[in-house]
């Protein structure tokens, strides 16, 4: 089988991803299982390498050109030209946040075209975002939009543990009020979809994590486990998804981490991330859920405190290009079944 295309998005041009992006592809693992292409802006990524060896060589691609590395240099789709003022690592600005846009846009419309088979992408700001004119709290909305997806969730998976959010990036006394039973039974659907087509476990076992302490302690600190989650399960149930909960959290990602499950469902951001960061705080990846592409990324963010200064670990985006190709492959070998 041919080695997939893996289109990688630089991520906001203040942050770390020109120079995590550049780490993760000098790794030989990264090189040997996709042909990556690189979108971003050339002058940054040839300045974030200037005088390190250690990273690739790289070589300008446009639209039509065939993607390939025979001669070992990554190739790059320039899709912004910043100077160093405009992008000062550390500071979020305007300039930067439309350049990230270019790139997942860019990245979105040759993933739909079957151009590339997967995408990866370096951390975004949701300031700089916003800052020029883009109101999305995140990559997965913004994805979503570009590809006319109408529910699509995020995963967090490391070698110990995998999690689905049914909220992402809500302030927590939000979460309740944005529960719904659809918003948990589709969640529970996408999760169990995408651990059959990509990771080939037939009979997925998901977990559900309990909103509140305890459960609800039969409805006296909260009501959500009974009028929400609870149906949300017997539906899915229902359709043959095998789905147990809600269980306290404080106790069930031992179990999950154990192996008597092979996804835990969350309600809310911090209840999934927090052990799963706890487990794999480097290495850990985001896969969306729902899309009609592959999607990986980066579990962190633009880390600006370190932007520039050649301390960024690059574990994360490795990690995420590796899962994009095994997700690529194993998309193929689905459609042949």
Not at 114 to 138: S, W
Not at 215 to 234: H, N, W, Y
Request: aromatic residues 6%; hydrophobic residues 40%.
């Amino acid at each position: 089988m041919a080695k997939p295309i893996v289109a990688i998005t630089m991520g906001d041009p203040a942050g770390v991803g020109p120079e995590v992006v550049l780490k993760a592809l000098a790794h030989p693992a990264v090189r040997k299982v996709c042909h990556p292409l690189v979108l971003g802006d050339w002058g940054i990524l040839q300045r974030t390498r200037r005088g390190k060896n250690r990273y690739p060589s790289l070589v300008s691609w446009e639209r039509g050109q065939p993607i390939a590395n025979s001669d070992n240099a990554v190739p790059v789709q320039s899709l912004s030209l910043l100077s160093s003022k405009q992008a000062r690592p550390g500071y979020p600005s305007e300039d930067c946040g439309e350049a990230a846009y270019r790139y997942i846009k860019a990245a979105t419309e040759l993933a739909l075209s079957e151009g590339v088979d997967a995408i990866a992408t370096a951390p975004i700001n949701k300031k700089a975002l916003q800052l020029a004119g883009y109101r999305y709290p995140g990559h997965t909305e913004l994805l979503a939009e570009l590809s006319h997806t109408k529910e699509c969730r995020m995963m967090i998976l490391g070698n110990g543990l995998k999690v689905t959010l049914v909220t992402v990036h809500l302030p927590l006394i939000q979460v309740a009020r944005e529960l719904t039973r659809k918003r948990v039974r589709v969640t529970l659907e996408l999760t169990h979809q995408a651990l059959r087509k990509y990771f080939g476990i037939s009979r997925p076992r998901l977990a559900v994590a309990a909103l509140n302490p305890h459960g609800g302690e039969e409805g006296i600190f909260g009501r959500e486990e009974k009028t929400i989650i609870l149906p949300a399960v017997k539906e899915v149930e229902a359709q043959g998804i095998q789905a147990k909960g809600p269980f306290p959290a404080d106790s069930l990602f031992y179990q999950a981490v154990r192996g008597d499950y092979d996804a835990v469902v969350c309600m809310y951001h911090d209840q999934g991330l927090i052990p799963l960061k706890l487990l794999h705080f480097f290495g850990g990846v985001a896969f969306t859920l729902g899309l009609p592409f592959i999607r990986t990324s980066v579990d962190h963010g633009t880390a600006y405190d370190i932007a520039g200064k050649d301390k960024a670990d690059s574990s994360s985006m490795k990690e995420a290009i590796l899962l994009a190709a095994r997700l690529a492959r194993q998309k193929k070998m689905w459609r042949k079944q």
